[in-house]
């Protein structure tokens, strides 16, 4: 299974365009902690399109307002609600800050993306590393007015490929929001709707949370989000950090240096046929360990339903170089026998809880 989606990242890696790397943060497969081989996976997130609300906490948040791009240059996206409010009082609409939030978000808000500016995914987004037609940008469903990330399982293709969402100090890339901040502790949130067509499936990789290096993307520590049969939310925990080292260096992560060190399946089936033309709120939580203490914790929330709860995770050890700094879709799952799309849209992370309304 390594060898297998080994050799579909290496074809991807060079026929795609690639920008800032070429890890394949949950396009492959690592080992887990118990010596077998397991799929790493993409967080399944999802939610109104107004959704974007937010709730207060004692958390102190860490902003620093700004969007690079590889040659210096700001961009920003587009309003990804318009007209939502959070639970700090502060209304959604009026435009959008250099993050690409709401322009009166609360200042927790480190990154915002509703794909409605996105009509050169390879140059406006961070990584864009896809294979034939497994991602769009487009409208859902046809309608134009709404656009969102397309994911298309297809047949006889068990890995697509990725893109990556980059925020925080880390890897060099387009659009990176907030890029001075570090941030050990966020929470991720963004609607996932299959298709009016679903036939009930295990969709595998649905999102990732990642604290990576930023000489190279190698991947220290992976919230990975995913499903299969029988259709419930499996997340999985993965480290790279060993005695304090970093030993991924963004081409060997899934080929088996990333270890398991965690994982929950969660009670609520999400994506049996009942599901077809179902959106819904995801939100998924990571805090990195005390540096030298195994305090770590992870959480996903489902349309205000927790799904998984883990604590007293080890997840970076001693290594602290660069904090949480990026979110990823992976297409990665058993090929179907016709193509199946799921949408991801209005992605927020925040220094702050989240709520699904």
Same mark, same amino acid.
């Given at each position: 299974m390594n060898e297998f989606r080994g050799l579909w990242l290496v074809a991807t890696v060079a026929l795609c365009a690639c920008p800032g790397g070429d890890d394949a943060g949950g396009g492959d497969t690592g080992s887990s902690g118990d010596g077998t081989s397991q799929s790493a996976s993409s967080t399944a997130t999802a939610g109104d399109s107004t959704s974007l609300t937010t709730s207060e906490s004692n958390t102190t948040a860490t902003t620093t307002v700004g969007t690079t791009t590889t040659d210096g240059s700001s961009s920003t996206t587009t309003d990804p609600s318009g007209s939502d409010s959070g639970s700090d009082g502060g209304s959604t609409g009026g435009g959008v800050d250099a993050n690409g939030c709401p322009a009166d978000a609360p200042q927790s808000w480190v990154m915002c993306e509703d794909f409605e500016g996105i009509d050169d995914p390879a140059t406006q987004l961070s990584q864009w590393n896809v294979a034939g037609d497994a991602f769009g940008v487009e409208g859902e469903q046809g309608d134009d007015s709404d656009r969102a990330l397309r994911v298309t399982l297809t047949p006889n293709l068990m890995f697509g490929g990725w893109v990556t969402l980059r925020f925080g100090d880390g890897p060099?890339?387009?659009?990176?929001?907030? %890029?001075?901040?570090?941030?050990?502790e966020v929470w991720v949130r963004y609607s996932l709707r299959t298709g009016d067509d679903w036939p009930g499936y295990p969709i595998g990789d649905v999102g990732e949370v990642? $604290?990576?290096? +930023?000489?190279?993307?190698? @991947?220290?520590?992976?919230?990975?989000?995913?499903? =299969?049969? %029988?259709? #419930?939310?499996? %997340?999985?925990?993965?480290?790279?950090?060993?005695?304090?080292?970093?030993?991924?260096?963004?081409?060997?992560?899934?080929?088996?240096?990333?270890?398991? @060190?965690?994982? !929950? =399946?969660? %009670?609520?089936?999400?994506?049996? /046929?009942?599901?077809? +033309?179902? !959106?819904?709120?995801?939100?998924?939580?990571? #805090?990195?360990n005390t540096v030298g203490q195994?305090?770590? =914790?992870? /959480?996903?929330?489902?349309? +205000?339903? !927790? =799904? @998984?709860?883990?604590?007293?995770? /080890?997840?970076?050890? $001693?290594?602290?170089?660069?904090?949480?700094n990026a979110v990823r879709f992976t297409n990665y799952t058993n090929p179907p026998a016709q193509p199946l799309d799921f949408w991801v849209d209005d992605v927020v992370v925040a220094t702050e809880p989240l709520q699904c309304r």
């Open positions: 060099d890339a387009p659009a990176v929001d907030s %890029p001075d901040g570090h941030f050990d990642i $604290s990576m290096n +930023g000489a190279n993307w190698g @991947i220290a520590a992976d919230l990975n989000l995913r499903a =299969e049969a %029988p259709m #419930r939310l499996h %997340p999985l925990v993965w480290s790279c950090v060993f005695g304090g080292n970093l030993a991924c260096d963004g081409n060997n992560d899934w080929a088996g240096t990333l270890q398991n @060190i965690w994982g !929950q =399946e969660g %009670p609520t089936v999400l994506f049996d /046929d009942n599901s077809a +033309g179902v !959106q819904r709120c995801v939100v998924a939580h990571m #805090r990195l195994a305090d770590g =914790e992870v /959480d996903v929330v489902v349309d +205000g339903v !927790q =799904e @998984i709860s883990g604590t007293g995770l /080890d997840l970076r050890g $001693s290594w602290d170089d660069y904090g949480i």
